[in-house]
Each structure stands twice: as C-alpha cells, then as structure tokens.
C-alpha cells in the first residue's frame, strides 16, 4: 500500500513536464523547458557555462522534487546533447531520510571524461546524500537555498531550485532512461 502512494506523485510530476499530444510537441516542450532550465543555471553558477563547452557531451534536466517526512520522490524531462545531436530522457528520483516541501528543480551533468559519459547511457544512474533547505519563487529575486555543484569522477554537477521550499536530509537515487516520447507514461497529457 504504502508503494502505491509514492507511485502516485511520481506519477503527477512526470505529467508535468514535457506535455503534448504528439512526440514531436512534447521533444518541442521539452527543449524549451530544459534550456530555460540551462539558463536559470547559468545564472547561479558562473562556472557552468565553460563547463558546458569544455564537455563531451551534457545533461540539462528540469522537474520536480517532493519530501514527505522518510520518503522524497520527483521527476521530470532532459536533454542530452552531444556532437550536435540532442536525445531526450525521463527521470525519475526516490530517496530516504527526512524532509518536507516540494521543489521545482534544474540540473545540469557536463561529462568530462568518455568512461564516465558511456556509464551514464549504458547505466542511467546516479545516487548521493543530499542535505539542504530551499525557498525560492519564481517571481521573486530573492532565495534561500542551497543550488550545489561538484565535480565527481569526470562529471561536473550543477543545482539550482527553481521555485518552492523544502527542507530535507535524504540518500536520493536518479534514475534517466531514453525515450522518443511514443511509449510515454504520459502519452496522452
């Protein structure tokens, strides 16, 4: 029982993300909304556009996170690209700790290193701890929050709340799989 009521937020921020009524509307949504996302980054880390360029290849994602008490579940649409040619991805998040809130995110992974790029498309993971309060609104200039970066193994890493507020303590797990949005869970948003 308790499965099913994680199941269902999931299910609600990944139709929030990348909507259309054809695969092409939904790759058109998802380019806009993750180099809005690319540009949001740039704004709070100086350093990610260089990284950017300096890349083999990169991946720019936006959705969302949402922490109830032992669980956070979140997900969203990304975009891969690399030698000129883009390719779309879903993700979808699952951790344990504590927190509350609900946060709209963008991510940003440059890969600087072949082996560590390779692991991504054939693997599609990434786990780590995360520690952080956020309170951002769209609207507002001001923030508090912890828009993180890190470099890992040949793959820098950049953060940035977009809107909402959580407080959390988690071990998050990402997991990004391909698609070309014809066998999309939200096929018919």
Known sequence: ????????PLILVLG???????PEAKKANA???????????????????SAVSSSLG???????????????????VCTFSSAGKIEYYRFASLGAGLGIGFKKVAF?????DAAAMQRFLTE????GARAEATARHEEDGGQVA??????VGGVKVFQSAIWGAAAQATVQGYKFW????????????
């Open 108 to 112: 940003l992974y440059t890969f600087h």
């Open 31 to 49: 380019r806009k909304e993750t180099a809005g996302a690319l540009q949001d980054i740039y704004k709070d880390h100086p350093t990610a556009k």
């Open 146 to 151: 912890a828009n993180t970066s890190y470099d």
């Open 16 to 22: 929030g993300c990348a909507t259309g009524s054809t």
């Open 58 to 76: 990169y991946l720019v994602c936006t959705g969302s996170d949402s922490y109830l008490f032992a669980a956070s579940t979140g997900g969203g």
């Open 124 to 127: 599609g993971w990434d786990a």
């Open 1 to 8: 029982m308790k499965l099913g009521y994680l199941a269902i």
């Open 178 to 189: 391909p698609t070309d949005f014809t066998q999309d869970v939200t096929e018919y948003n």
